[in-house]
């Protein structure tokens, strides 16, 4: 048979095959389509009895359906809701790992303060009895202002430390020196001196390093933690656009009103409608990772050199080291005092009569054994816990890109080319989209507006921007308000000792409390290493004689 002589037969027999089918569908109830509309919580009698035309659909393919734009309408909120569980249930995961690790960090570090505080209160009151429970005071404004540090911030942690070691040397400073009555003009001559005078030794230097760099990093690490959380919760909680709502319910629901409510989407048709209606989201990973990476790196330095757990373990035998140097060099430092702020008045004799070394700290500390020591904060160690979150930051790099592949697996997709690809069952051709907005813009199932990023998601993208930075800072040593001068970037015990002034191992007072120009400035001779007063000094001093006689005579 000549080939023009079959073409009037084939295309009968196709027309014949269409009519055939045309009257097969027409004829095809919606039974089953009603019983898988119905299972979603929807009202049955939406759904025709019968296939109808599908000319008025919106969304989906407008052949001969079982649907109508009503029923659109529903699947469309539905694909809403479905869409934001299946992103819920991958973020809400992740923040709650993220918020228990937060709260076990804060538990740690609260209650290792509290340890801290209650074991140098026992033990000091044990070795120092009465003298250290009538100057408690000081001590307890001492840990109550790293409290407030870790809670709230707000204190200068360098300034404070300076603070308390001046107010203890004015506090031992009464008592080496019992038989002198001290106005508080006097004593704040003798605090404002401390660094210079250097009564407790290395140790007010050592451990302000230890002290600032471990709680900087300690506040800003569960600071971050925080962060995560926060950042999580906000991101999800964004509603999707009109656009992807529209996609996600063609590539989940369409089937349906073609009878083939098992047939999934294929793989790459799901990820493009996944990149379209997650592209504000993945703006996020790079600064995402960027702050994942800082706190990693703190994470280092706290298993290293910002170590707290090190730092305030044993923060009582420092002090009481401290203590002792002050003891053992009494004279030296008095000495120093009387030339700098000048010679004190004598006390009464009945305080005078008193023995220095009965109101002197004259026990040398002694410290816990092991058994003695109090449980570990929080049942576990900085080490444990640093371990733990380490991999779970780890696993958290790139969690916002990865976000469409996750969501587009498992049950959810087809395995193989025999799947929906939007318009019906077969293979999806499209070429799959880069991550992030600006790679939408030829995005073949969503419709995105790329001029138009989400507000509340760039604004988490400046608060994870803000923190890295924090991170940062802290990784060096240095709080974003209070800067830490020190040359020495390491958090151990090394340094100068010098940070805000030049070394000098002088005794000379420049602006004294006591508003009088200093009298006496120390100098040593290469021979007999006496003290010698100048010209000058000894004019003031015949001076302020000469006023004071000829002043008004009570």
């Given amino acids: 048979m000549a080939a023009s002589d079959a073409l009037p037969l084939l295309c009968t027999l196709a027309l014949t095959v269409a009519a055939l089918v045309g009257a097969e569908l027409k004829s095809r109830t919606c039974s089953e389509v009603r019983l898988a509309y119905s299972s979603k919580g929807f009202n049955l009698n939406d759904v025709p009895h019968q296939g109808v035309s599908g000319a008025h659909l919106k969304v989906c393919p407008q052949s001969f359906t079982c649907c109508t734009p009503e029923m659109e309408e529903k699947l469309s909120q539905l694909s809403r809701s479905d869409l934001k569980a299946q992103v819920s249930k991958l973020s809400s995961a992740l923040q709650s790992t993220f918020t228990q690790r937060h709260r076990r960090f804060d538990q740690f570090f609260k209650e290792l303060l509290d340890n801290a505080e209650k074991s140098l209160n026992d033990m000091f009151t044990r070795t120092y009895g009465v003298m250290y429970m009538q100057n408690s005071e000081l001590f307890k404004k001492f840990f109550l202002d790293l409290k407030n540090y870790y809670v709230q911030g707000g204190v200068n942690l360098e300034a404070m430390l300076s603070d308390f070691w001046a107010g203890l040397l004015e506090r031992m400073f009464v008592l080496v020196n019992v038989q002198y009555d001290f106005s508080e003009e006097y004593l704040e001559c003798v605090s404002k001196h401390t660094e210079q005078l250097k009564p407790f030794g290395d140790v007010p230097r050592k451990l302000k390093l230890q002290v600032t760099r471990a709680f900087v990093a300690a506040r800003t690490f569960a600071q971050g933690l925080a962060v995560i959380g926060d950042v999580i919760g906000k991101v999800s909680a964004v509603n999707a656009s009109p656009g992807c709502v529209q996609a996600a319910m063609k590539m989940m629901y369409c089937p349906y009103c073609s009878w083939q409510m098992a047939l999934k989407p294929c793989h790459n048709y799901c990820l493009n409608v996944m990149k379209g209606c997650l592209a504000n989201q993945a703006d996020l990973d790079t600064e995402w990772n960027n702050f994942m990476d800082a706190m990693l790196n703190l994470a280092e330095r706290l298993e290293g050199p910002f170590n707290i757990e090190s730092v305030m373990d044993p923060i009582d035998v420092k002090i009481s080291d401290a203590i002792m140097n002050m003891q053992e060099n009494s004279m030296q430092v008095s000495h120093k005092v009387f030339q700098g ?60 890109s990865a976000l469409p592949e996750n969501v587009c697996t498992g049950e959810r997709i087809a395995s193989g080319d025999e799947c929906w690809n939007g318009t019906a069952k077969s293979r999806y051709e499209s070429v799959v989209m880069g991550n992030g907005l600006a790679n939408q813009a030829a995005n073949p199932d969503v419709e995105v507006d790329i001029t138009k990023p989400d507000v509340v998601i760039r604004r988490q993208i400046m608060t994870l921007r803000i923190m890295t930075n924090k991170l940062k800072s802290a990784h060096n040593g240095n709080d974003v308000t209070f800067f830490d001068m020190s040359e020495d970037g390491s958090g151990g015990e090394s340094g100068s000792g010098c940070e805000r002034q030049v070394c000098t191992s002088d005794f000379d007072f420049q ?44």
């Fill in 341 to 400: 702020c000048g010679p004190p008045k004598l006390a009464v004799a009945s305080r005078a009569a008193r023995s220095v070394s009965d109101s002197v700290f004259n026990t040398r500390f002694r410290p816990y054994s092991p058994d003695e020591r109090p449980t570990t904060a929080a049942g576990t160690s900085l080490d444990r816990l640093v371990t733990e979150v380490k991999k779970k930051l780890k696993f958290a790099k790139k969690f916002w």
């Fill in 511 to 554: 602006s004294p409390i006591t508003r009088r120009p200093p009298l006496f400035v120390e100098k040593h001779d290469d021979s007999s290493g006496s003290v010698k007063v100048s010209i000058y000094s000894c004019f003031l001093l015949l001076v302020g004689a000469a006023v004071a006689l000829l002043g008004p005579q009570r």
